[in-house]
């Protein structure tokens, strides 16, 4: 005969029971939300994929692009993007046609962004708030940025980010934009607010983190206008951090 089950472990059990089912359902709500047009804005844009991933709060997410056609393709941006709040692994290179990684100048990217040269970008085209730790971001040329504009913006706290297997300041062949496309603000930042001391951890740029091939996975930086507003490659901006 069995013993009966003491209220205490019986909460123990349930308790296991509940969470053990709700990981489950908090990992199915991941999703993957795909680009398939050069539009700024609406259904289909780099825009509106950033909102959705947004909205699912904290599950990782992915970006992905599939824009008819051999490419490069071409996004000019002509605002700010959103900022990202929520993990999310944006990648020019799972599903885009003729798009693969490979050694720094071997690669194939075909998705590029045109900053569009405004100056007003939340400090980054791609600007990452702690939330979104856990994010990367690869296979994407990103060139013509404004004054003050990041290419990558990382706020204070943020963690596990991974950047590569990027252009920042050329096209997706490789090549230099045509004269006034450079980069005009610092390529990634590593930011902070100068009053509270935070801890910028595990950011790895040049590595998708798996230890397999990194000497392939190097992002080029280059091509930026040294002003007293940026044209830094990495900058670690502010006074008070731990990294």
């Known amino acids: 005969m069995k013993k009966p089950i003491t209220s205490l472990k019986l909460f123990i059990r349930t308790a296991y029971l509940t969470i053990f089912a709700g990981a489950l359902i908090y990992s199915a709500n991941a999703a993957t939300f795909t680009?398939?047009?050069?539009?700024?804005?609406?259904?289909?844009?780099?825009?509106?994929?950033?909102?959705?991933?947004?909205?699912?709060?904290?599950?990782?997410?992915?970006?992905?692009?599939?824009i008819p056609g051999a490419g490069p393709h071409t996004i000019t941006l002509l605002s700010a993007l959103p900022q990202i709040t929520s993990p999310v692994h944006i990648s020019g290179y799972v599903a885009q046609t003729g798009a693969s990684p490979g050694t720094i100048f071997g690669r194939s990217i075909r998705i590029q962004i045109n900053a569009g040269n405004f100056t007003?970008?939340?400090n980054g085209i791609f600007h990452y708030q702690a939330g979104a730790s856990g994010s990367s971001l690869s296979g994407i040329a990103i060139y013509n940025?404004?004054?003050?504009?990041?290419?990558?913006?990382?706020?204070?706290?943020i963690s596990d980010?991974?950047?590569?297997?990027?252009?920042?300041g050329l096209l997706a062949n490789?090549?230099?934009?045509?004269?006034?496309?450079?980069?005009?603000?610092?390529?990634?930042?590593?930011?902070?607010?100068?009053?509270?001391?935070?801890?910028?951890?595990?950011?790895?740029?040049?590595?998708?983190?798996d230890g397999v091939n990194d000497a392939n996975e190097g992002n080029v930086i280059g091509n930026s206008t040294t002003n007293l507003n940026g044209g830094e490659g990495i900058n670690l901006w502010g006074g008070l951090s731990t990294v």
């Not at 047009?37 to 994929?49: D, E, K």
């Not at 603000?185 to 983190?209: A, K, P, R, Y």
Request: charged residues 10%; without cysteine; proline residues 1%.
């Open 174 to 209: 490789g090549t230099l934009p045509a004269a006034g496309g450079e980069m005009k603000g610092d390529i990634i930042v590593l930011e902070h607010d100068d009053v509270t001391t935070t801890t910028i951890s595990n950011i790895s740029i040049g590595t998708n983190g």
């Open 145 to 157: 940025t404004g004054s003050l504009v990041a290419a990558v913006a990382l706020d204070q706290s």
């Open 35 to 66: 680009v398939t047009n050069t539009s700024n804005a609406g259904a289909g844009s780099l825009r509106q994929a950033i909102i959705s991933a947004n909205a699912t709060l904290a599950v990782t997410d992915s970006i992905h692009f599939n």
């Open 120 to 122: 007003d970008g939340n």
């Open 161 to 168: 980010i991974h950047i590569w297997g990027n252009y920042f």
